[in-house]
């Protein structure tokens, strides 16, 4: 097959599959599509969709069952080396060696990809110019922020510049402003040095960003086109709406399995609502209002209403975006009104430095409460003190009634803890997880039972109790998390970044289950990169470099912002003013 002009990648009928033990799982299943030259397109579809899969086939990294790929004018089947010798390649998981240092690393890989010495210093200059890491280049990688790693990692894949780069999620787990940064990279790269990128994420917002967009599902191919092209057909079907009576987080709740609904997201105050129909605003309001004083505003359609549509019929008859069992809580946990967490001129120093500057904040009995910040700011090591699992260098942590430096386990024992990295035993069942983690937690006899089926059922993992928690789709591996951290009905929760990585359909379920716990008066403390889901937040607080910014509601936080030119700006505009103006504030005059 010849490669037509004006095209980096073209894939005709190319399948797929696993052996995984006795099932057999297709991942791919007659793909064809072409990537043009010169342009970012952008690789997009929920957990399990193919998109790793696919990226390492063109990579050379995976054999098809059957089907042709040519990348650049070369047959991958036939002559994989050559064409890995042509891109650059940066997995979800890239390898930067953690005890070398920024500069130690480049070299590296500069020896494995070959570039000669004489080539270098330039190219080193270009890059470090270009990741902002020139400051940096004595600094071991284990010692950088999040952010820093991605773009370290993506100066290392393009130590030799390649025609075509493969980008696997390179986003994920890192702030807003790290994202933008990565994006502006990535933008003049294509620009000055005329490179073709194929990227994949987790985020809806940069699919807008991309010139194109694959969108897949189990494997298939569903569309390929301009951003616009897919949402545009969603005219008069996407609204704003708001309550003089109800907060957005009940009014969603209330109205998001009504017939008709698609997509329901809360904004603040507001719901953003996507309908299966054209309708008009008035009509709306006599739909959901119910005389509560619903206030209804046309909006704008985005891509991520279109992705929710497309999905949302793929799966009508399976996979229910929002609903949630009515018992997915058994009882009302808590006992304790007012403030159930405690925090006070809290601390923590690392020798001379100190990550956590002497902060502040309370949060009620039932409030989420969200913990923001860039990578660096100092949140996880606050969140760490928090869970009991870092002692504070100084200050009050009171937490479910208990100071935790007197009385950590007492305090323990009342907290449930989701990490952000899968942390339960890969090599054990659903079911035996559950039956571990419940023993742990003191559980017996017949509550332990009681709760281990509540567990399997209100999770929706019968069908999954004896497999493998390591061969869980992501999705799902994040409900047996939240399982576990459910299980002994714990008065407060702690999420560390709870849907990094997984679609925003797993992610709507997840909101929806924990705006049920809040309800039932569980404390559920988060953090989070997606700044959409900051809006679920009762309250939250900012930081920067170890010290908190601001803190308040949500529509608190973005008052101070609201401009006639914006007059409703999103919360990653709040977040990146502010840590700007905190940027700019601490530099040297």
Same mark, same amino acid.
């Given at each position: 097959?010849?490669?037509?002009?004006?095209?980096?990648?073209?894939? %005709?009928?190319?399948?797929?599959?696993?052996?995984?033990?006795?099932?057999?799982?297709?991942?791919?299943?007659?793909?064809?599509?072409?990537?043009?030259?010169?342009?970012?397109?952008?690789?997009?579809?929920?957990?399990?969709?193919?998109?790793?899969?696919?990226?390492?086939?063109?990579?050379?990294?995976?054999?098809?069952?059957?089907?042709?790929?040519?990348? #650049?004018?070369?047959?991958?089947?036939?002559?994989?080396?050559?064409?890995?010798?042509?891109?650059? &390649?940066?997995?979800?998981?890239?390898?930067?060696?953690?005890?070398?240092?920024?500069?130690?690393?480049?070299?590296?890989?500069?020896?494995?990809?070959?570039?000669?010495?004489?080539?270098?210093?330039?190219?080193?200059?270009?890059?470090?110019? /270009?990741?902002?890491?020139?400051?940096?280049?004595?600094?071991?990688?284990?010692?950088?922020?999040?952010?820093?790693?991605?773009?370290?990692?993506?100066?290392?894949?393009?130590?030799?510049?390649?025609? $075509?780069? #493969?980008?696997?999620?390179?986003?994920?787990?890192?702030?807003?402003?790290?994202?933008? *940064?990565?994006?502006?990279?990535?933008?003049?790269?294509?620009?000055?040095?005329? /490179?073709?990128?194929?990227?994949?994420?987790?985020?809806?917002?940069?699919?807008?960003?991309?010139? *194109?967009?694959?969108?897949?599902?189990?494997?298939?191919?569903?569309?390929?086109?301009?951003?616009?092209? $897919?949402?545009?057909?969603?005219?008069?079907?996407?609204?704003? #709406?708001?309550?003089? =009576?109800?907060?957005?987080?009940?009014?969603?709740?209330?109205?998001?399995?009504?017939?008709?609904?698609?997509?329901?997201?809360?904004?603040?105050?507001?719901?953003?609502?996507? =309908?299966?129909?054209?309708?008009?605003?008035?009509?709306?309001?006599?739909? $959901?209002?119910?005389?509560?004083?619903?206030?209804?505003?046309?909006?704008?359609?985005?891509?991520?209403?279109?992705?929710?549509?497309?999905?949302?019929?793929? =799966?009508?008859?399976?996979?229910?975006?929002?609903?949630?069992? %009515?018992?997915?809580?058994?009882?009302?946990?808590?006992?304790?009104?007012?403030?159930?967490?405690?925090?006070?001129?809290?601390?923590?120093?690392?020798?001379?430095? &100190?990550?956590?500057?002497?902060?502040?904040?309370?949060?009620?009995?039932?409030?989420?409460?969200?913990?923001?910040?860039?990578?660096?700011?100092?949140?996880?090591?606050?969140?760490?003190?928090?869970?009991?699992?870092?002692?504070?260098?100084?200050?009050?942590? *009171?937490?479910?009634?208990?100071?935790?430096?007197?009385?950590?386990?007492?305090?323990?024992?009342?907290?449930?803890?989701?990490?952000?990295?899968?942390?339960?035993?890969?090599?054990?069942?659903?079911?035996?997880?559950?039956?571990?983690?419940?023993?742990?937690?003191?559980?017996?006899?017949?509550?332990?039972?009681?709760?281990?089926?509540?567990?399997?059922?209100?999770?929706?993992?019968?069908?999954?109790?004896?497999?493998?928690?390591?061969?869980?789709?992501?999705?799902?591996?994040?409900?047996?998390?939240?399982?576990?951290?459910?299980?002994?009905?714990?008065?407060?929760?702690?999420?560390?970044?709870?849907?990094?990585?997984?679609?925003?359909?797993?992610?709507? *379920?997840?909101?929806?289950?924990?705006?049920?716990?809040?309800?039932?008066?569980?404390?559920?403390?988060?953090?989070?990169?997606? /700044?959409?889901?900051?809006?679920?937040?009762?309250?939250?607080?900012?930081?920067?470099?170890? %010290?908190?910014?601001?803190?308040?509601?949500?529509?608190?936080?973005?008052?101070?912002?609201?401009?006639?030119?914006?007059?409703?700006?999103? /919360?990653?505009?709040?977040?990146?003013?502010?840590?700007?103006?905190?940027?700019?504030?601490?530099?040297?005059?």
């Amino acid at each position: 097959m010849a490669q037509k002009a004006g095209y980096v990648l073209v894939m %005709e009928g190319v399948t797929k599959s696993f052996q995984s033990r006795r099932q057999k799982r297709t991942a791919l299943e007659e793909i064809s599509l072409r990537v043009r030259r010169g342009v970012v397109t952008g690789l997009i579809g929920p957990d399990g969709a193919g998109k790793t899969t696919l990226m390492r086939i063109v990579a050379g990294l995976l054999v098809p069952d059957k089907g042709d790929v040519h990348v #650049l004018d070369i047959d991958v089947l036939k002559d994989p080396l050559s064409v890995q010798a042509s891109i650059g &390649y940066m997995p979800q998981r890239f390898g930067l060696y953690e005890d070398l240092t920024v500069q130690e690393n480049l070299d590296l890989y500069a020896d494995l990809q070959g570039v000669p010495e004489a080539r270098r210093p330039r190219r080193y200059a270009e890059l470090l110019k /270009m990741t902002m890491l020139a400051p940096f280049t004595r600094r071991l990688a284990k010692r950088l922020s999040g952010g820093m790693k991605q773009k370290l990692g993506l100066a290392c894949t393009l130590v030799r510049p390649p025609e $075509f780069l #493969l980008l696997d999620e390179p986003t994920v787990g890192v702030d807003p402003i790290s994202r933008r *940064e990565l994006w502006t990279i990535i933008y003049r790269l294509v620009q000055e040095e005329g /490179m073709s990128v194929l990227l994949s994420t987790a985020y809806l917002d940069e699919a807008e960003r991309c010139q *194109e967009v694959i969108l897949m599902h189990e494997g298939r191919i569903l569309g390929q086109d301009a951003p616009s092209r $897919f949402y545009n057909d969603l005219k008069d079907q996407t609204f704003m #709406l708001t309550s003089e =009576t109800e907060k957005g987080r009940r009014l969603q709740q209330r109205i998001s399995t009504m017939p008709g609904v698609v997509d329901c997201i809360v904004l603040g105050n507001r719901v953003r609502l996507v =309908t299966d129909r054209p309708q008009s605003p008035e009509e709306i309001e006599s739909l $959901f209002g119910d005389g509560a004083g619903l206030s209804v505003q046309a909006a704008p359609p985005r891509f991520e209403d279109a992705f929710i549509y497309i999905l949302k019929r793929c =799966t009508a008859d399976r996979r229910p975006v929002l609903p949630v069992r %009515e018992d997915f809580i058994s009882s009302p946990v808590g006992i304790r009104d007012g403030d159930v967490i405690v925090v006070e001129d809290l601390k923590r120093r690392f020798g001379d430095f &100190y990550a956590v500057k002497g902060i502040d904040f309370r949060v009620r009995r039932g409030e989420i409460f969200g913990l923001l910040g860039a990578n660096g700011a100092g949140k996880s090591t606050t969140f760490r003190m928090l869970c009991g699992l870092l002692p504070a260098s100084g200050g009050r942590i *009171e937490v479910a009634g208990s100071d935790l430096r007197v009385a950590g386990a007492q305090a323990r024992a009342n907290i449930g803890y989701m990490a952000q990295k899968f942390s339960l035993y890969r090599g054990l069942t659903v079911l035996q997880n559950l039956q571990f983690f419940s023993s742990i937690y003191g559980l017996k006899g017949r509550r332990q039972k009681r709760r281990i089926e509540w567990a399997i059922e209100s999770f929706e993992m019968t069908h999954l109790a004896n497999m493998t928690s390591g061969d869980l789709p992501l999705g799902y591996k994040q409900r047996l998390a939240l399982a576990v951290a459910l299980i002994h009905e714990p008065e407060i929760l702690f999420l560390d970044e709870p849907t990094s990585g997984i679609d925003p359909i797993a992610r709507r *379920e997840f909101w929806n289950r924990i705006n049920i716990l809040s309800d039932a008066g569980v404390t559920v403390l988060v953090t989070t990169h997606f /700044m959409e889901e900051a809006e679920y937040c009762d309250r939250l607080v900012i930081m920067a470099q170890g %010290e908190i910014l601001g803190q308040g509601t949500p529509e608190e936080m973005k008052a101070p912002f609201r401009t006639p030119q914006e007059p409703e700006p999103s /919360m990653e505009d709040v977040f990146i003013a502010m840590i700007e103006h905190h940027d700019n504030r601490s530099k040297p005059i």
